[in-house]
């Protein structure tokens, strides 16, 4: 089992920044890749960005344009999502999850990830 928490959201006005984190913990040791998906109000889930477990492949959304940067800090079993020129349509909650099944290739379908965090509100004024 693996356990995520997910912190650093907030309320930000429009071009400005946040940096999520991804804190795992239980069996967190074993390899994983980790994505990070939102979901705003009356949408479905959406794919965000993923990191390999070594952190040398990642995936994003395209339409995100360069805005968002994921990396991970192994030794602190932490996953990050910088988002930077934030925009209301960024609104939403965020979620990390792992998929244990591909270490190596961050995948981008959600059924691939087993284990969920509870979510971070990120909302974004105009």
């Known amino acids: 089992q693996v356990q995520l928490v997910e912190s650093g959201g907030g309320l930000v006005q429009a071009g400005g920044s946040l940096r999520l984190s991804c804190k795992a913990s239980g069996r967190a040791d074993d390899l994983y890749a980790v994505g990070w998906f939102r979901q705003a109000p009356g949408k479905d889930r959406e794919f965000v960005a993923a990191i390999s477990w070594r952190g040398s492949n990642t995936n994003y959304v395209d339409s995100l344009g360069g805005r968002f940067a994921i990396s991970r800090d192994n030794a602190k079993n932490t996953v990050f999502l910088q988002m930077n020129n934030l925009k209301p349509e960024d609104t939403a909650v965020y979620y990390c999850?792992?998929?244990?099944?591909?270490?190596?290739?961050?995948?981008?379908?959600?059924?691939?990830?087993?284990?969920w965090g509870q979510g971070t509100q990120v909302t974004v004024s105009s």
């Open positions: 999850a792992a998929d244990r099944t591909s270490a190596a290739y961050p995948r981008v379908s959600a059924r691939f990830y087993t284990y």
